[in-house]
C-alpha cells in the first residue's frame, strides 16, 4: 500500500461547478497535511494546509481532514478553467520531507 | 508563503559537463532544503536531503558522487550534476522547510536541465 494514494483522473469539471480532490493516507501518525498545486511545466506551489480535524476554508478552497478515516480532501469552489492543473497531496510522516501522493490532474472545462 | 527561488531556471550543456543549481531562502533561514527530480508527465522524485552544516541524505538509487549537495549556509544549496548524460535531462526542483512547531515546505520554480 502506497503511504498516500491519489486518484490519478483526469477529473473533469465544468466551469462553476465544485471540484472535490481526494487523498487517502496510510500512516495514523501524520500530523500535518498539505495541498499543493502544480501547472503543466511549473514546480508544486502551496495553495492549503490542515493541521486539524474538521474543515479549513481559503477563499475558493476547502480542505477536509478526517484523522480516523485517514483522508483529506480538496474543494474547489466554483471551479474556473485557470484551476486546472495537477493537484499533489501531501503530508509528514514522521520522515524530515514530505511524503507525497502522485496528483490528481483536474481539467475545468469552459 | 515564503519566498524561494533557484538559479538558473534553464540549462542546456554538452555531455560531460558538470552544472551547478542554486537553491536560496529569501525570507526565511531554512536549515533542511529538499532537491527533487520530476520526469515528464511523472511524480516528483526525492533525490536528497540537504542539511545546513553537514552531509546530504541520499534516497535509495541516487549516486551521491554524481549529485553533489552542498548546503553552506541557511539560505542556499547547491545542487552540482556532475559529468551530465542526456539521461540526466530533467526538471529539478529544490524546496525549503519553515522551521517551528508547524514545518512547511516551499518549492523553487525549478531547474530546466537538457544535456546534448
Known amino acids: 500500500q502506497k503511504e498516500v494514494e491519489q486518484n490519478s483522473g483526469p477529473l473533469s469539471v465544468p466551469e462553476g461547478a465544485i471540484a472535490s480532490l481526494n487523498c487517502t493516507y496510510s500512516d495514523r501518525g501524520s500530523q500535518s497535511f498539505f495541498w499543493y498545486r502544480q501547472y503543466s511545466g511549473k514546480s508544486p506551489e502551496l495553495i492549503m494546509f490542515i493541521y486539524s480535524n474538521g474543515d479549513k476554508e481559503d477563499g475558493r478552497f476547502t480542505a477536509q481532514l478526517n484523522k480516523a478515516s485517514q483522508y483529506v480532501s480538496l474543494l474547489i469552489r466554483d471551479s474556473q478553467p485557470s484551476d486546472s492543473a495537477t493537484y499533489l497531496c501531501a503530508l509528514y510522516t514522521g520522515r524530515r520531507a514530505l511524503t507525497f501522493g502522485s496528483g490528481t490532474r483536474l481539467q475545468v472545462q469552459p | 508563503g515564503a519566498v524561494v527561488s533557484q538559479h538558473p531556471s534553464w540549462v542546456i550543456c554538452k555531455s560531460g559537463t558538470s552544472v551547478k543549481i542554486e537553491c536560496r531562502s529569501l525570507?526565511?533561514?531554512?536549515?533542511?532544503m529538499f532537491w527533487y527530480r520530476q520526469f515528464p508527465k511523472q511524480s516528483l522524485m526525492l533525490m536528497a536531503t540537504?542539511?545546513?552544516?553537514?552531509?546530504?541524505?541520499?534516497e535509495q538509487g541516487v549516486e551521491k558522487d554524481k549529485f553533489l549537495i552542498n548546503h553552506a549556509s541557511l539560505t542556499l544549496s547547491t545542487l552540482t550534476v556532475t559529468s551530465a548524460h542526456p539521461e540526466d535531462s530533467s526538471f529539478y526542483i529544490c524546496s525549503a522547510k519553515t522551521s517551528g512547531r508547524r514545518e512547511t515546505q516551499y518549492f523553487g520554480p525549478g531547474t530546466r536541465l537538457l544535456v546534448l
Open positions: 525570507d526565511f533561514q531554512a536549515t533542511t
Open positions: 540537504s542539511n545546513e552544516g553537514s552531509k546530504a541524505t541520499y
